[in-house]
Nanobody, 114 residues
């Protein structure tokens, strides 16, 4: 079993930045892909970015060039640096981990508004 704890959400003005963090813990486990998804009000959950254990990244077109995903394998942590935030980035952001099963964090809310 893997537990995920997210942090870093909040309210930010358009053009601002936020950094999300997610730490995984639990009994002995191996983590493969880590990532972030988001769900805006009234919309389906969508992929934001993923990163493999080898460091290969994948981004949604809507965040390319603005967001950067990274991970610390020693700490079993994944991060999402979000720059040039737009109102349409407003959503609940969920950490995701593939550890022979899919695990999800509880979500952290990001609100981009002036």
């Amino acid at each position: 079993q893997v537990q995920l704890v997210e942090s870093g959400g909040g309210l930010v003005q358009p053009g601002g930045s936020l950094r999300l963090s997610c730490a995984a813990s639990g009994s002995a486990f191996s983590i493969y892909t880590m990532g972030w998804y988001r769900q805006a009000p009234g919309k389906q959950r969508e992929l934001v970015a993923t990163i493999t254990s080898g460091g290969r990244t994948n981004y949604a077109d809507s965040v390319k060039g603005r967001f950067a995903i990274s991970r610390d394998n020693a700490e079993n942590a994944v991060y999402l640096q979000m720059n040039s935030l737009k109102p349409e980035d407003t959503a609940v952001y969920y950490c995701y981990v593939d550890s022979s099963a899919d695990y999800w964090g509880q979500g952290t809310r990001v609100t981009v508004s002036s």
